[in-house]
């Protein structure tokens, strides 16, 4: 289980509205969460507990890889699910 959360890549958006802030950086954060779960279940279907890295430190090893992947895949613009995400919760705030 993830023990941290992975900064996403957004940015702030110059912190005239606080609570914009934290619900963009909530959802840049719930991106990354959910990228990193949809490469651990790949990897589960893909490897299984066979291949070269078996074992715990094969766990912590894909684990870490997941985690950097999750990073770079959701740093800058990202897959799009964290601005989506964004727009929807922030129309119903207005």
């Known amino acids: 289980m993830q023990t941290g959360i992975i900064q ?18 909530a959802c ?5 969460i959910f990228v990193n779960e949809m490469l651990k279940s790949a990897d589960r ?3 299984g507990d ?5 074992g715990n430190d094969g766990k912590i090893i894909k684990s870490m890889f997941n985690e ?3 990073a770079s895949l959701t740093s800058g613009n990202g897959i799009g699910l964290g601005h989506l995400l964004f727009e929807q919760l922030n129309g119903r705030h207005k």
């Open 28 to 32: 840049m954060d719930f991106e990354s």
């Open 8 to 25: 996403g890549g957004g940015t702030m958006t110059s912190g005239i509205d606080p609570e914009k802030d934290r619900l963009r950086k």
């Open 68 to 70: 950097t992947m999750a």
């Open 45 to 47: 279907g893909f490897c």
């Open 50 to 54: 066979q291949g070269l890295l078996k």
